[in-house]
């Protein structure tokens, strides 16, 4: 196990990182310390795979979902998809948060939205929250907010529901935006 730990921490290639890593975690012996160094690695493709084992484990070991978090501008969108995929399995506020931002920014790319749009369930309320705010945001929001209210609809979420549709129906000062 030493030596595989050493090669996720220092080898020189990210393929032998990444086996490492993965080798790790088919033996059950990947600690929390050697993914939260995985999830800041200088290559795409073992932070993407690092965010994909950490995902069971971000609950129980703090550490693992703060790393997380920091991938939410990860320029990599590879590594921002998996990141919502795997943000679905943690239930913490701060995912529904992360979730939204990834949302916003991603709103033109229908697979990165799909990928958010699998985990947002469990996180509602507050995706709905980050991405809802400030109605006058640059990004053309027409169909994630319809996206939004779908899903509160089909989970019978009032609450959810009621809040797209208030911020849907109130004309900010300077007259209504197109998405809404």
């Known amino acids: 196990v030493r030596p595989l730990e050493e090669m996720v921490t220092s080898h020189n290639r990210a393929l032998a990182r990444l086996h490492a890593l993965c080798t790790l975690d088919g033996l059950k012996s990947l600690r929390p310390e050697i993914l939260v160094q995985a999830l800041a ?31 939410a501008d990860d320029p990599d969108p590879q590594v921002c998809m998996q990141l919502a995929y795997s943000l679905g399995e943690w239930n913490d506020p701060r995912a529904g948060r992360v979730l939204g ?7 033109k790319d229908p697979y990165l939205t799909a990928a958010v749009m699998s985990s947002a369930v469990p996180h509602l309320e507050q995706m709905i929250a980050v991405v809802l705010p ?4 640059a990004v053309d929001l027409t169909e994630l907010v319809g996206n939004l209210l779908n899903l509160a609809l089909a989970l019978k979420n009032e609450k959810a529901a009621a809040r797209v549709l208030g911020t ?13």
């Open 134 to 137: 400030d109605p006058s945001k």
């Open 41 to 71: 690695d200088e290559h795409p493709g073992v932070r993407r795979h690092a965010v994909r084992l950490a995902e069971s484990a971000a609950s129980s070991e703090p550490e693992l979902g703060a790393a997380m978090l920091k991938l």
């Open 101 to 107: 931002e990834l949302a916003v920014q991603h709103a």
């Open 168 to 180: 849907i129906t109130v004309q900010p000062p300077e007259g209504y935006a197109d998405w809404q």
